[in-house]
């Protein structure tokens, strides 16, 4: 028995892009999907009630927070993370790797795995391949991913080569680790911006993709036409009958631009987090509700938009509650930047199964102020 199967429905005759259905243990997934990211289970400032309401499909959480915070073992006895966050819709828990290395600034990478300090409390911690597998399968989401060393930008080849392999390695010895298989593992294709890592790292992940594939290293500085390039280099190679993540994207340019390129699924935590400073997406472009020119504006933030937060809240409001440091203005802009990219999606998937993705990204950019965010 399977517990996972990717159904492609549709492909844009003009672009490629992918209209699809992920069947999980939780429920279906219609792709192409954004998903919300809620790294320490809880996107912040957002009821799951709200999530649903929104449209979320599906969220991602990180291993790394939760192993030390408030525990992998504390989560399992809880009945795993779906019972333990009140989530019964899939989850996606990523291995930690990354914010290892983004978040801990004594870390040694060694073959068996990475040496690393809490950012907590300095403890003295060791994320093996095997020991990033027991976590995730205790925390039980959906989709778990491999440990990989994502190279950071301005890697030279030789750096980002050696990076490459020991992901290869350790996803090997991730897969021997895996016991679950009600779990789907999901192999991370890196190699930096070396057109040639990139393919070898793909080819070498391809034979273990059996329920999807995803793309990591990319936007974490590069020039976004470089990241395009990158997608356009693998998409001839990557494998139709699963699901393809982009690992970390999460703006509507890149989200339009991935999905043209045949990306199917993204995460990324910007949605709340311009939000808690203030910045929403809009159908018109970004608006800072923060900004005095908002004092007086009894409008909604988006008047193409039918959620919560336009349906019953004005400018104005917002304006006084984000600059008055109340959490419920971060948790209303949240709200709308959520629904705001799950709409975009779903939009783009009408748009997919109508051969009209170009004409609908270009009509979306008219509007939304240019083909960059």
């Known amino acids: 028995m399977s517990y996972f199967s990717f159904e492609l429905q549709h492909i844009d005759k003009k672009t490629g892009a992918r209209a699809g259905v992920f069947h999980t243990p939780h429920g279906d997934i219609l792709t192409p999907v954004y998903m919300p990211v809620g790294t320490q289970a809880s996107v912040k400032g957002v009821l799951p009630r709200d999530l649903k309401e929104a449209g979320s499909q599906i969220i991602l959480s990180n291993t790394y927070h939760l192993y030390l915070r408030p525990g992998d073992e504390i989560v399992k006895a809880a009945g795993g993370l779906h019972k333990f966050m009140n989530w019964d ?3 996606l828990t990523d291995s930690g790797g990354f914010q290892v290395f983004s978040l801990t600034k ?8 990475v040496y690393f300090n809490s950012h907590l409390d300095g403890s003295r911690h060791l994320f093996t391949p095997e020991k990033v597998i027991e976590i995730e399968e205790n925390l039980g989401a959906d989709i778990i991913m491999q440990l990989d060393q994502c190279s950071e930008y301005g890697y030279t080849h030789a750096e980002a080569q050696r990076a490459m392999e020991l992901t290869d390695r350790w996803l090997c010895r991730c897969l ?66 699963v699901p393809r993540y982009l690992m970390g994207v999460g703006s509507p340019d890149c989200l339009i631009e991935g999905v043209k390129r045949g990306i199917d699924m993204f995460d990324c935590v910007l949605a709340t987090r311009i939000a808690r400073n203030g910045t929403a997406f809009t ?9 005095a020119a908002y004092s007086s504006d009894f409008t909604p933030l988006d008047p193409d938009c039918d959620c919560y937060c336009c349906k019953n809240y004005t400018k104005a409001y917002l304006r006084h509650m984000i600059n008055a440091g109340e959490i419920v203005g971060a948790t209303l802009l949240s709200i709308h930047n959520i629904t705001f990219l799950h709409k975009l999606m779903k939009s783009m998937r009408e748009a997919i199964f109508a051969d ?18």
């Not at 004594?106 to 795995?113: M, T, Y």
């Not at 159908?283 to 900004?291: F, L, M, Y």
């Not at 170009?358 to 960059?372: D, I, P, T, V």
Request: no cysteine.
């Open 356 to 373: 009209s993705l170009e004409e609908f990204s270009e009509q979306f950019y008219l509007k939304y102020g240019g083909a960059s965010d």
């Open 176 to 241: 021997d680790a895996k016991s679950r298989d009600d779990q789907a593992l999901f192999p991370i294709v890196q190699g930096n911006l070396y057109d040639d890592l990139r393919l070898e790292s793909l080819s070498r992940a391809k034979p273990h993709a059996k329920d999807g594939i995803a793309i990591g290293g990319l936007s974490v500085g590069e020039p976004k036409p470089r990241m395009y390039e990158i997608l356009d280099l693998l998409r001839p190679q990557l494998p139709e009958s």
């Open 283 to 291: 159908s018109r472009g970004k608006i800072v509700a923060r900004n």
């Open 89 to 91: 819709y899939p989850i």
């Open 106 to 113: 004594l870390n040694k990478i060694r073959e068996e795995g």
